[in-house]
């Protein structure tokens, strides 16, 4: 008799990619439409979850008008959006203005492909995995569909023919840009690990153990970088309402706004589902639950409940992060990626390539090695951000005096820049430069 344990050792072998050979073409097509009502439907449960829980975090309801409990909000409000009169900009450029959101939200739905749900399960007669499709570099395919996502950002910006709106699109995609870089190297040791880029055989590596034990370090820094990669609080910078009025999408409407709306979430989605791939065992049941009757609960359709439990508890931590950080300065966003990430990533996939070489160490370890320099990485890199930070606020960036300075000295009047003062005013007389009132002004204005 074969045993459960002997059945997921048959479904999907060590360290190679999933089979598709037993699939036919309508298959695929349903595997194709199930993925993407998935996506949507769990875009209008983040929503209503989210202001429903901000709302209780904020002492106050959220929706619960529009169906029971408002379960309904979401659906209502995109009905809405869809319907509502779309403006077009007289200075847009109309064909790349209809085209941007239609990039963005078909990026985010495409790079859900190699994303697996399960095992191998019979459909019909045919053993198929619950997975659309997976390639030796499925997770390199992520990030570079992820690059072409930005397109529609920056393409939305410039085509607006609008000053914040491109202001919005140039700070999204050098933000994006420049995270991509850090959430790429923070993967890097899950490949050394895994030995290859395919996601099934990333899942199928963490029969023993999770990846987020050995590469902590490597979780954490892709954490961070999950929300820099979609925008979201603290890190929506690119839609800073007190100084862009809204971003990139500041001159969109109706069913192109409600686009933009639904990549952001399905990123969300997006980003979760990839974290749980590659750091908590993808659909694989936590422990103790795996060794009940021998790994039964890691064979047909008990998978796909493990793997939505895991998305959605990195879903609650963004609407949990959302709800109580305030949101950070620019500059201090972007020093954060290019001086603390991406070095720390980058020595960090130095230190587990040689420990990994390293003979005659144990299993065990090595985790206690990749372990301690992950502490020890993290806090070493606080140390140098708070260093560089006191040494900022002592030596100006950009060559400016410190001091106090006068906001009208070229003629019109500009904000003080860090470790500057404004000259205090002592009446009209007090301003000088281009700026200043002259006496001929003075005169009209008593007349």
């Given amino acids: 008799m074969i045993t459960a344990g002997q059945l997921v050792a048959a479904t999907t072998a060590p360290g190679r990619a999933a089979s598709f050979a037993d699939e036919t073409w ?49 659906l209502a409000d995109g009905v809405k959006l869809a319907l509502k009169e779309d403006l077009i900009p007289k200075a847009a450029d109309k064909v790349v203005y209809i085209l941007a959101p239609a990039i963005a939200a078909a990026c985010c739905f495409v790079a ?4 697996p749900f399960g095992p191998a399960v019979s ?49 999204s995609s050098a933000q994006i840009v420049s995270y991509e870089i850090a959430m790429g190297l923070s993967l890097v040791p899950v490949f050394l690990y895994a030995g290859s880029m395919s996601t ?26 999950m929300f820099g990669e979609t925008n979201r609080l603290p890190f929506d910078l690119a839609e800073g309402e007190g100084e862009l009025t809204g971003g990139f ?29 590659m750091f908590f065992g993808g659909w694989r049941a936590p422990w103790p639950l795996s060794s009940i009757d021998d790994g039964v609960l890691n064979t047909g359709w008990w998978p796909v409940l493990w793997f939505v439990v895991k998305l959605w508890l990195f879903l609650f931590f963004f609407i949990w992060v959302r709800g109580s950080l305030p949101r950070v300065r620019y500059d201090q966003f972007m020093r954060f990626g ?52 006191r040494t900022e606020r002592r030596e100006p960036e950009g060559g400016w005096e410190l001091g106090e300075v006068d906001p ?4 019109h009047p500009v904000p003080p820049l860090p470790g500057q003062q404004l000259i205090r005013s002592r009446g009209p007389r007090a301003l000088t430069g281009a700026g200043a009132p002259t006496d001929d002004v003075e005169a009209q204005s008593r007349d």
């Fill in 200 to 225: 099934s055989a990333i899942v199928d590596a963490q029969r023993s153990q999770w990846f987020v034990i050995p590469a902590i370090f490597s979780f954490v820094v892709y954490v961070v970088t």
């Fill in 123 to 171: 459909v019909f007669g045919h053993r198929t995995p619950l997975q659309l499709t997976d390639v030796p570099v499925a997770v390199l395919f992520v990030l570079s569909v992820a690059s072409v996502g930005v397109y529609g950002i920056l393409l939305a910006g410039w085509s607006s023919g609008s000053t914040y709106p491109l202001l919005g699109g140039l700070r």
């Fill in 338 to 389: 290019w001086k603390f990430l991406i070095p720390a990533s980058l020595l960090w996939i130095v230190a587990v390539a040689t420990i990994r070489a390293l003979p005659d160490v144990t299993s065990s370890g090595r985790t206690k090695l990749f372990v301690a320099i992950g502490v020890l990485a993290v806090v070493g890199g606080a140390i140098a951000w708070v260093i560089d930070s």
């Fill in 249 to 277: 999408h500041t001159e969109y409407s109706s069913l192109k706004f409600a686009l933009f709306f639904l990549a952001e979430y399905v990123n969300m989605v997006t980003v979760s589902a990839l974290a749980t791939t």
């Fill in 112 to 115: 859900f492909a190699i994303i």
């Fill in 26 to 74: 309508w298959l695929v097509l349903a595997k194709a439409l199930a993925i993407f009502v998935f996506l949507v439907v769990t875009t209008l449960i983040v929503i209503w979850a989210e202001r429903r829980i901000i709302g209780r975090m904020q002492q106050r309801p959220g929706p619960n008008r529009t169906g029971p409990f408002g379960l309904l909000q979401s």
């Fill in 408 to 411: 009208f000295a070229g003629g």
